[in-house]
């Protein structure tokens, strides 16, 4: 048997590929553990048959109307629809609402860890973290830092590296850094402190006798 035959090829892009793309998408929206190969053919050809069930009256409409013979262009473009567009929006259209409080009543948050909920929202912070041996490194989170997001590792980057006051409060950047990496084996916990201003860091250091509002993360 030739899979690779016009009416096999046709059905496989048919019901596979939807489904992969919305998959796909899903993935980069939400990543994961690895799945395994058979379970996502699977997983795609149901997706593929929720996205033209989805789809079913543009598609009734689509064919009565004979544009594969009276307009290919458009024809072709919406195919492309139903085969890329649609099965990205769908996937996109789940994840945000499993963010929302009432899908959550029954469904659990996209978001499997803590660390990339908190992180994914990109807010500056000011960050204390706790490694095991009980010694404290302090800096700045902001644009130019980074969070590693899983399946990766907890790995965080501070773009700035700051010296604590005996009081725990931050006292003064660090000078002649570039930043500070934390490993996830040396974590304890991460304790977030609010940026209520945006000035450069001699102006808020003034600032930070430390500041009341903060979030606690364990690691």
């Known amino acids: ?19 992969f793309v919305s998959l796909k998408t899903y993935a980069l929206l939400s990543p994961g ?30 064919h009565s109307m004979r544009l594969e013979t009276t307009s290919p262009t458009t024809f072709a473009l919406f ?34 860890k ?5 992180f994914a929202q990109r807010k500056p912070y000011w960050v204390i973290v706790t490694i095991k041996d009980g010694k404290k ?11 590693s997001s899983n399946p990766a590792r907890e790995q965080l980057y501070l773009e700035e590296a700051w010296h604590l006051s005996d009081a725990g ?3 003064r950047p660090r000078t002649d850094t ?9 974590i304890e916990s991460v304790e977030l402190f609010h940026i ?3 000035g450069t860091s001699e102006q808020i250091s003034t600032e930070l006798a430390l500041s009341p509002a903060s979030q606690g993360l364990a690691a």
Not at 2 to 14: E, H, Q, R, Y
Not at 137 to 147: K, N, V, W
Not at 178 to 186: F, K, N, P, T
């Open 137 to 147: 490194i302090a800096g700045r989170y902001a644009s130019r830092s980074f969070a």
């Open 169 to 171: 409060g931050f006292d």
């Open 114 to 118: 803590p660390w990339d909920f908190l």
């Open 33 to 62: 553990t690895s799945r395994q190969a058979a379970t996502d053919v699977v997983d795609a050809v149901s997706f593929s048959c929720i996205n033209y069930a989805l789809l079913i009256w543009p598609i009734i409409s689509i």
């Open 1 to 19: 048997m030739d899979i690779w035959s016009a009416d096999k090829l046709v059905l496989f892009i048919a019901f596979v590929v939807p489904g």
């Open 79 to 112: 195919c492309t629809f139903v085969l890329l567009i649609a099965p990205i929006s769908w996937a996109c259209l789940l994840f945000r609402l499993r963010q929302t409080q009432f899908f959550q009543r029954s469904l659990p948050h996209p978001t499997a």
């Open 196 to 198: 209520t201003t945006g």
């Open 178 to 186: 570039a930043g500070i990496l934390v490993l996830s084996a040396e």
